[in-house]
């Protein structure tokens, strides 16, 4: 039986596993913490149980391929429900808008509340969903480093297409051609921080990313985020998976230039194959830094995507303006851009997004009460001095949801714990904190993300978020689908 040596158990390193798995490989994964997950865990305290990284889920069908591919029905293991709100948006101005999922719903709410006409929403919408279909098999799908993508009909249609998916100016500079409202253009900007970018560089072929949520939806497991995890891990065990926690890969041992297996404190197991799961950035600086003649400098000085901090606050009350998903917008969005990515801190009014999962699951706070997470768009960690920074975004960010929801926040904190890109970093390996690899924020950024393969070491492969496609549950999962396609 051929066999596969995974590092990580992220949730591209559990989602190659079980195609591998499927493929009749005899698959292992190494995994530094006591729990799988990464970025993706869960934690409880004091009878709150947060979800520790991704809040918003789309694209689920990917997840439910996993199952089908291994002959199970999934809603026997995995259930998610549709959200009819997609998100609720609070302007320092006063306004508040829903985003509905419906999209005429939302065009109206839209024409009701601000200066826009219904119609500018179709229009982006359509826009949106014609740079979906022009990219999605191109970019998304395949392995952008191997010369058959190149060669396939639909590839070379879409390159003929290439000026449609506007690569050319800024995501921003696009959506003000589509609104004149100020908050629209914000509303769409935004979409710029779900790869961890800059709405003011990235390029407006970014502007894909509304279709997503608004055309296949926004969801919730039953479970919390979590369950993603949790489902996909016992997937994982049915088929034989063996999962080898608090065990650190401390070297990928290699003979010349081919996999010869993977070193745990002293240990070597052997091994021709080997997936790595862990930032790619650190997999060449730690794991291979005997081989730094090996290392594709150019495509590892690549800008990183920006970081988080969170407060995850257990709240002894319960909010009726607020849903599932919440943002409580900055009243100068350049500004607040200009802080993270020029100057590398934190702007004094930050946009902030509240997510409350004890809204659809009930059990993850306490009766009456709520659990928060409250996070903030920060820059990559590069050593600031984030005890002062956090310190006061931690009153920043109190005074701006008091203001906006008219009531002293502060007093209603029972339980408190914090994210920073330090331990990002540390707890996942991640390089400089940053939530999703390299960052988007120019148009080449798709084509030098690390490939799914090595090009030279034999027998090396990569998955997860800071390779191609990219970050974010759904291109994870879309990396375990080109990897294993690619192994054979
Ligand atoms: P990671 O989660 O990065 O895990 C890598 C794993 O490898 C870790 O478990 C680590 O311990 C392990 N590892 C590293 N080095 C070693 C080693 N030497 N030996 C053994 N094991 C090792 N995405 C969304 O889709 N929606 C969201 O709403 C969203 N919000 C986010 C919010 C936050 C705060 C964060 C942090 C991320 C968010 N993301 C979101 C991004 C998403 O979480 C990531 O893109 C995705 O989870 C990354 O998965 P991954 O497979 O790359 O692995």
Redesign the pocket.
């Known amino acids: 039986q051929k066999k596969a040596l995974i590092?990580?158990?992220?949730?591209?390193?559990i989602a190659t596993a079980i195609r591998l798995a499927v493929k009749g490989y005899q698959v292992e994964v190494?995994?530094?913490?006591s729990y799988?997950?990464?970025?993706?865990s869960q934690f409880s305290q004091d009878g709150y149980r947060f979800d520790?990284?991704?809040?918003?889920?789309?694209m689920p069908q990917y997840v439910d391929e996993l199952f089908k591919l291994a002959g199970k029905e999934p809603s026997q293991y995995f259930r998610y429900q549709k959200l009819d709100e997609i998100c609720r948006y609070f302007y320092e101005d006063g306004t508040r808008l829903t985003a509905y999922a419906d999209a005429d719903r939302f065009a109206s709410e839209v024409s009701e509340k601000t200066k826009e006409l219904s119609t500018s929403v179709e229009r982006y919408l359509k826009n949106s969903a014609l740079i979906y279909k022009i990219t999605n098999h191109v970019f998304l799908e395949r392995s952008l480093h191997l010369l058959k993508t190149y060669l396939r009909w639909d590839t070379f249609k879409s390159i003929l297409r290439f000026g449609k998916i506007d690569p050319f100016r800024t995501m921003h500079q696009a959506n003000q051609s589509y609104f004149k409202d100020v908050r629209m253009v914000q509303l769409f900007d935004r979409y710029a921080t779900y790869n961890g970018s800059n709405p003011y560089q990235a390029p407006a072929t970014l502007n894909v990313i509304p279709h997503l949520e608004q055309h296949f939806g926004a969801y919730f497991p039953e479970g919390g985020m979590y369950s993603i995890t949790d489902s996909l891990v016992k997937l994982a065990g049915l088929l034989g998976v063996k999962f080898h926690y608090d065990?650190?890969?401390?070297e990928i041992v290699l003979n010349e230039k081919a996999v010869k297996g993977i070193k745990i404190k002293n240990e070597v197991v052997e091994t021709d194959m080997v997936i790595s799961?862990?930032?790619v950035w650190?997999t060449y600086h730690?794991?291979l830094k005997k081989s730094p003649q090996l290392k594709p400098q150019k495509i590892l000085s690549q800008e990183r995507s920006s970081s988080?901090l969170?407060f995850y606050w257990g709240i002894k009350k319960q909010f009726k303006q607020l849903d599932l998903h919440n943002i409580f917008f900055s009243a100068d969005y350049k500004a607040e851009f200009d802080a993270i990515w020029q100057d590398k801190s934190i702007y004094h009014d930050p946009t902030v997004y509240l997510n409350i999962s004890s809204k659809y699951q009930n059990d993850d706070a306490p009766k009456g009460c709520e659990n928060w997470f409250v996070?903030i768009n920060v820059p990559a960690n590069i050593g600031q001095d984030w005890d002062a920074l956090i310190a006061t975004a931690r009153k920043n960010i109190l005074a701006k949801l008091s203001r906006l929801l008219g009531e002293d926040i502060s007093g209603l904190i029972v339980d408190e714990s914090i994210?920073d890109p330090r331990s990002?970093e540390s707890?996942?390996?991640?390089y400089q904190g940053s939530?999703?690899g390299t960052s988007s924020n120019n148009q080449f950024a798709a084509f030098l993300r690390h490939a799914n393969k090595s090009s030279k070491i034999k027998g090396l492969y990569f998955?997860?978020?800071?390779v191609h496609p990219g970050?974010?549950?759904?291109l994870?999962l879309l990396s375990a689908k080109i990897v294993s396609e690619m192994v054979g």
Do not use: Q, W
């Not at 520790?52 to 789309?58: C, M």
């Open positions: 590092i990580g158990a992220g949730i591209a390193g190494y995994e530094a913490n799988p997950g990464g970025k993706l520790a990284g991704p809040s918003l889920f789309t065990t650190r890969v401390d799961n862990m930032d650190f730690h794991l988080a969170i996070m994210l990002i707890r996942t390996s991640s939530l999703y998955c997860g978020g800071s970050g974010g549950i759904p994870c």
